[in-house]
Antibody
Framework: QIQLVQSGTEVKKPGASVKISCKAS????????MHWVRQAPGQGLEWMGI?????????RYAQNYQGRVTMTRDTSTGTVYMQLNSLRPEDTAVYYC???????????WGQGTLVTVS | EIVLTQIPLSSPVTLGQPASISCRSS???????????LSWLQQRPGQPPRLLIY???NRFSGVPDRFSGSGAGTDFTLKISRVEAEDVGVYYC?????????FGQGTKVEI
């Protein structure tokens, strides 16, 4: 079955960087876009960006994260990555990867990765 | 950017009774291809979001038929015909018609 398995909890100091992985199984990573969404404690969902399925590795990021975020993919291992730099306490959140179906909805989600910046 | 506004933000419900959540968009969600990319997500406590409904009214695989979606243009509704205990959580509408994708604020459904 289709699964997205993310890397584990991270604790970082302000100013540091974090790189989260999201490993896909049950389908070919190279056929689907992947989004990243974050959720601050007790808050709603916030879209961060998207990475394309093909070798062009096209990415688009939310304006709030431009210059601080980088999304990459390794099709050989079926893994996508999201790196966020210059971390601030307000970046404390659960970060999710979510697959975009062919019809644009987010059909499968990772379990989430808690990042604490303190 | 499209803003989605959900009403209510909190919904006390009674087991076995219906529940309804509204989602209003700041712009029409009809895409140039004719589709409306409005979906509904459920987030149970401590869990990641889960897709319930896509393109207004299509139930995702494994979603019970007590969940239904309706609407058009800028106004959409998620209905639960008979609330069960496992339905407790936060529900989000989400649009992917226009870039960037955006979410409603969430509606907390509690018994």
């Amino acid at each position: 079955q289709i699964q997205l398995v993310q890397s584990g909890t991270e604790v970082k100091k302000p100013g540091a960087s974090v790189k989260i992985s999201c490993k896909a199984s049950g389908y070919s990573l190279s056929n689907y876009y992947m989004h990243w969404v974050r959720q601050a404690p007790g808050q709603g969902l916030e879209w961060m960006g998207i990475i394309s399925p093909n070798d062009a590795d096209t990415t688009r990021y939310a304006q709030n994260y431009q210059g601080r975020v980088t999304m990459t993919r390794d099709t050989s291992t079926g893994t996508v990555y999201m790196q966020l730099n210059s971390l601030r306490p307000e970046d404390t959140a659960v970060y999710y990867c979510a697959r975009a179906s062919e019809e644009q909805h987010f059909d499968y989600w990772g379990q989430g990765t808690l990042v604490t910046v303190s | 950017e499209i803003v989605l506004t959900q009403i209510p933000l909190s919904s006390p419900v009674t087991l076995g009774q219906p529940a309804s959540i509204s989602c209003r968009s700041s712009q029409s969600l009809v895409h140039s291809d004719g589709n409306t990319y409005l979906s509904w997500l459920q987030q149970r406590p401590g869990q990641p979001p889960r897709l319930l409904i896509y393109k207004i009214s299509n139930r995702f695989s494994g979603v019970p038929d007590r969940f239904s979606g309706s609407g058009a243009g800028t106004d959409f509704t998620l209905k639960i015909s008979r609330v069960e205990a496992e339905d407790v959580g936060v529900y989000y509408c989400m649009q992917a018609t226009q870039f960037p994708p955006s979410f409603g604020q969430g509606t907390k459904v509690e018994i």
